[in-house]
């Protein structure tokens, strides 16, 4: 079992920068694969990072590859989300994900309650 905690959500203007900590609860945080996703108002849930047990492999969607960056601190049982030149569009309630198998689809067995993030134009 694995408990699953986000932060670091807020207001911020367009092309500012963020910080999501993602905190896990548990001994096995290191065998688990990581993973962010968001949803915003009216649309489905969708993939934005996820980053290997190891934290050797990453991968990120499209529309924000280039600009969020996911990592891990296995000491802490944490994993990060450095959000840069934020937009409008980046506006959403933003999720953790913990499973086993590293993925890009929303498949994962554990789920965060997500925190907001709002970026102002």
């Known amino acids: 079992q694995v408990q699953l905690v986000e932060s670091g959500g807020g207001l911020v203007q367009a092309g500012g920068s963020l910080r999501l900590s993602c905190a896990a609860s548990?001994?096995?945080?290191?065998?688990?694969?990581m993973g962010w996703f968001r949803q915003a108002p009216g649309k489905e849930r969708e993939f934005v990072a996820a980053?290997?047990?190891?934290?050797?492999?990453?991968y990120y969607a499209d529309s924000v590859k280039g600009r969020f960056t996911i990592s891990r601190d296995n000491a802490k049982n944490t994993v990060y989300l450095q959000m840069n030149s934020l937009k409008p569009e980046d506006t959403a309630v933003y999720y953790c994900?913990?499973?086993?198998?590293?993925?890009?689809?929303?498949?994962?067995?554990?789920w965060g309650q997500g925190t907001q993030v709002t970026v102002s134009s």
């Open positions: 980053i290997s047990w190891s934290g050797g492999s990453t």
């Open positions: 548990g001994r096995t945080f290191s065998s688990y694969a």
């Open positions: 994900a913990a499973d086993r198998v590293l993925a890009t689809n929303d498949l994962y067995d554990y």
